[in-house]
């Protein structure tokens, strides 16, 4: 059995990787520093796949902790790392967190990834390294702009870093997936996202909503230049995007790349708005959330969707949930965490 590191596995879209590379057959080490995340998910991952991973509570930043690791765990083939962290807000108010945790985390891995042999390394990028793009939908080969977050910015810092690794000659190939706006739980509702304290993101603050515990959701700005007026992403199911990782990992370690560093895109293609998206919750879930208009929050992008086509015939990688679906996936998790008595 191939084995694969997964870090930050217990977290949102590391779980469901881990339960989709499972699934496949690989065998899966998680490390986690559990900062926003708990080891539920291990139960979860094993409520789901009937195995339960080998888990290391431990920080990637933390070089003594890796080389345990890689001692206890030898012949690892893989890492995807997702161990980073992730709030814009947050990261202009604590840059250095931001760049410590996504940068120095990286630079340890890619020591680890030479040292030891691994074969491939998957990126956790975004789509926000496009900034506000020009044209949409956004190809891998849209110009990059300059980030407006040290989020971002880590993003970008972190495509280059691990280019320029591979470019000197380090004899290991690495896949980077640019993330369009990640939504939804596993359809068993047994992982899903569980946001520390307030959540920043849409999804999670729309269920939140909908269950009760905030009062309202605010749109943030209805005067952009879109159909409606509210700003408009690419949703793309967390499930969808954790088999792109199963067909990145399983791509680097049988040697199929075409490129030293390939690039996707993952998104649906689909441009869809904040007020469309309120509409498809309600209708595929027959619950209304309130909400209200709110001026715009800063740095937001107006719009930005995925052209997905390099991932469709490269990778061989779709989008296949459909929103509704999703949207019933986030309630049913939300409606479970309450039934823990978590929210
Ligand atoms: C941004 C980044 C993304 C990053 C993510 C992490 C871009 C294009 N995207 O996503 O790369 O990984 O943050 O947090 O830079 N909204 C409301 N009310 C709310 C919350 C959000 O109306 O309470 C709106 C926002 O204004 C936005 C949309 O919903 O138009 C999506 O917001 P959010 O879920 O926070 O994700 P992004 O900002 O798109």
């Not at 409520?47 to 902790?65: K, L, S, Y």
């Amino acid at each position: 059995m191939k084995r694969i590191l997964v870090t930050g596995g217990t977290g949102y879209i590391g779980s469901h990787t881990a339960v989709e590379l499972i699934n496949a057959g690989y065998e899966v080490i998680i490390i986690d520093n559990l900062s926003n995340s708990t080891a539920d998910s291990l139960d979860g991952i094993e409520a789901i796949t009937g195995v339960r991973p080998a888990f290391v509570h431990g920080d990637v930043n933390d070089m003594e902790t890796l080389e345990k690791l890689f001692s206890d765990f030898p012949g690892i083939e893989g890492i995807i790392n997702f161990a980073a962290s992730k709030a814009v807000n947050e990261s202009v108010r604590k840059p250095l967190l931001y760049y410590r945790n996504n940068l120095v985390t990286l630079l340890n891995l890619l020591e680890m990834t030479v040292k030891h042999g691994v074969k491939g390394f998957v990126f956790s990028s975004s789509c926000t390294v496009y900034g506000e793009p020009d044209v949409n939908p956004v190809t891998e080969k849209s110009p990059i702009k300059p980030a407006t977050s040290p989020y971002g910015n880590t993003k970008q810092i972190s495509e280059e870093i691990i280019t320029d690794t591979i470019y000197s000659g380090a004899p290991f190939r690495a896949i980077l997936l640019r993330y369009f706006n990640p939504v939804g739980a596993h359809p068993s509702a047994l992982i899903g996202e569980l946001p520390n304290g307030v959540p920043q993101n849409l999804i999670p603050y729309l269920t939140q909503t909908a269950i009760g515990v905030r009062q309202e959701l605010s749109v943030f700005g209805d005067d952009y230049p879109t159909p409606d007026g509210s700003c408009i992403r690419d949703f793309i199911n967390v499930v969808d995007l954790a088999k792109a990782h199963v067909m990145a990992i399983s791509r680097l370690i049988e040697g199929r790349t075409a490129e030293p560093v390939e690039i996707f895109n993952l998104g649906t293609g689909n441009g869809v708005s904040v007020l469309e998206l309120i509409n498809t919750f309600e209708s595929a879930t027959g619950v209304k959330v309130p909400y209200r208009i709110a001026p715009r929050r800063e740095g937001d992008i107006v719009k930005v969707w995925a052209d997905p086509e390099h991932a469709n015939n490269v990778l061989g990688w779709k989008a296949e949930i459909s929103l509704a679906d999703t949207m019933l996936s986030a309630w049913n998790w939300q409606k479970r965490l309450r039934e823990k008595g978590i929210m």
